[in-house]
């Protein structure tokens, strides 16, 4: 960690986060266009929130309420907002993680021995899916009456244990290998989201899915260059979609475990055209 003094940290944690920032404010009595819920053990939330205050709410000036409760997935808290924005897998562990593995600074700081005296008390850790099917029926009613859900990456781990949220997904898991470079594929370019976007290449995780939903609202796919497979699923996947769900609109995006991966010019570009489609101002 590079030398700081005292008087000179003092000084600049006296300036507001807002200000060192720059993202646009808004009164409080205003009501945000969207909420966006973000962050789980393996995705830090404010990696996402940081990645989303530039790409939506400083560029693009849109006004969204983060947070990383799951709770607020009920009908009178998304009543509120015009677009819901989740990206989180669909585990939480109640007990405890078991370990720091995955904290960062843990990891960067060299993995130390964890030490206590007295000793913790021995808790095996467990993962339980947190979305309960009234979040999954106050996510479809949101969007079957107009609402907008733009949906990232390893929420496919919803689906296999909440119909609601995967029958408004329109997919479920397969899994991803470790973080690699692959290449997003533009697959349809005359769709609204993806008209004038060139094909981009990112590192990233890249999650594979069974894609349930027609095949003309696909956008996307991810392809391995290198011909690396996952699994019996081959190279490539489908990586990005967008389709009506009663009066409201759906659209999914697959990459974004990493912030790099996030503000890729291109894909930037398409996150920006989603949100706009979504809102239906395209």
Not at 74 to 85: F, K, P, S, T, V
Not at 114 to 130: A, K
Request: aromatic share 10%; charged share 20%.
């Amino acid at each position: 960690m590079p030398d700081l003094t005292r008087r000179a940290f003092l000084a600049s944690a006296s300036v507001p986060a807002s200000a060192m920032f720059a993202l646009p404010r808004r009164q409080t009595a205003e009501p945000a266009t969207a909420f966006a819920l973000l962050g789980d053990r393996y995705h830090n939330s404010d990696h996402y929130r940081t990645a989303f205050g530039k790409t939506f709410v400083r560029d693009m000036g849109l006004s969204i309420d983060f947070s990383d409760d799951v709770t607020r997935l009920n009908d009178a808290h998304l009543g509120r907002y015009r677009l819901l924005i989740i990206l989180r897998d669909g585990m939480v562990w109640p007990d405890g993680h078991g370990d720091p593995s995955s904290n960062a600074g843990w990891w960067a700081q060299g993995q130390p021995a964890i030490v206590s005296e007295p000793p913790l008390p021995v808790i095996e850790p467990r993962s339980v899916g947190f979305m309960t099917p009234a979040m999954g029926r106050a996510v479809r009613r949101f969007v079957e009456r107009g609402g907008a859900a733009l949906l990232y990456h390893n929420v496919t781990y919803i689906a296999p244990y909440n119909d609601d949220f995967r029958d408004v997904l329109g997919a479920v898991t397969r899994g991803h290998p470790p973080t690699r470079t692959f290449t997003v594929r533009v697959v349809n370019r005359d769709h609204p989201i993806t008209r004038g976007v060139s094909d981009f290449v990112v590192t990233d995780e890249q999650h594979y899915v069974e894609y349930q939903k027609d095949p003309e609202h696909l956008l996307l796919e991810s392809v391995n260059e290198d011909g690396l497979t996952h699994g019996d699923w081959g190279t490539r996947s489908a990586a990005g979609w967008a389709h009506p769900y009663g009066e409201g609109r759906v659209c999914y995006l697959a990459p974004g475990h990493l912030i790099t991966a996030l503000w890729n010019p291109e894909y930037e570009t398409i996150q920006r055209n989603a949100a706009r489609w979504l809102l239906r101002q395209t």
